[in-house]
């Protein structure tokens, strides 16, 4: 079965710091991964997301950055971080079907970031 | 206007309630559908996954799309407290689109 798995769970960091989240996925090949960042009240929204190694599309412009080394690891990152940038981020899965279109997509555990 | 629209509630029913919860959305295009439950502190979970229009049931959950209405709903039978939790919509074009839109969620209360 597949799992995803995401660290740190929690982190707290002073403004102008550098930030580097990781995700991994086992269990599947070739995913889609995501990127969201969750603010109290305001949904889900999409940083970024990847269709194969090296491939990465930005959704919102912002200090972030997503790298995608290999297959099943995606990394968010930061050079230096805003208050701005406190939120419950999240890394997600989907497969493309190849009849469908599409698939469920599967989130992770999270990370909760705390700018101070 | 938003491509999905979710009522925020709160909203608290008392335990062995059916509970309905529901998402409009704007875009024609929207063929899947996925409702989500989400724990305080806790990355969503995937709870139900529908293609196109019709109803789907497991176990005391149901989802219904209206593709007509443009208005899916969530159908919870004999709720728990354990049920508490806030529920996020989610849709997709499908057909090579990789995005999912979200609803903002819903929180429900489940009293004991």
């Known amino acids: 079965s597949q799992t995803i798995h995401q660290w740190p769970a929690t982190l707290v960091q002073p403004v102008g710091s550098p930030l580097s989240l990781e995700c991994t996925v086992e269990?599947?090949?070739?995913?889609?991964l995501y990127w969201y960042r969750q603010a109290a009240g305001r949904g889900l929204q999409l940083l970024f997301y990847?269709?194969?190694?090296?491939?990465i599309s930005s959704e919102v412009p912002q200090n972030l950055s997503a790298s995608r080394p290999q297959d099943r690891q995606f990394i968010l990152s930061s050079k230096k971080l805003l208050l701005s940038d406190s939120g419950f981020y999240l890394c997600?899965?989907?497969?493309?079907?190849?009849?469908?279109?599409?698939?469920?997509?599967?989130f992770g555990p999270g990370t909760r970031l705390t700018v101070l | 206007q938003k491509e999905v629209e979710q009522d925020p509630g709160p909203l608290s029913v008392p335990e062995g309630a059916i509970v309905s919860l529901n998402c409009t959305y704007s875009?024609?295009?929207?063929?899947?559908f996925m409702w989500y439950r989400q724990y305080s502190r806790k990355g969503p979970e995937l709870l139900m996954y529908?293609?196109?229009?019709g109803n789907k049931e497991d176990g005391r959950f149901t989802a219904q799309v209206d593709k007509s209405s443009k208005y899916i709903s969530l159908f919870i039978r004999d709720s728990q407290p354990s049920d508490s939790a806030t529920y996020l919509c989610?849709?997709?074009?499908?057909?090579?689109?990789?995005?999912?839109?979200f609803g903002t969620g819903t929180r429900l209360k489940v009293l004991a």
């Open positions: 269990g599947t090949s070739n995913p889609n």
């Open positions: 990847s269709v194969g190694i090296g491939q």
């Open positions: 529908t293609y196109s229009s």
């Open positions: 997600a899965w989907s497969v493309l079907s190849g009849t469908s279109g599409a698939s469920e997509q599967f």
């Open positions: 989610a849709m997709s074009e499908g057909s090579g689109t990789y995005k999912y839109i």
């Open positions: 875009n024609s295009a929207f063929q899947y």
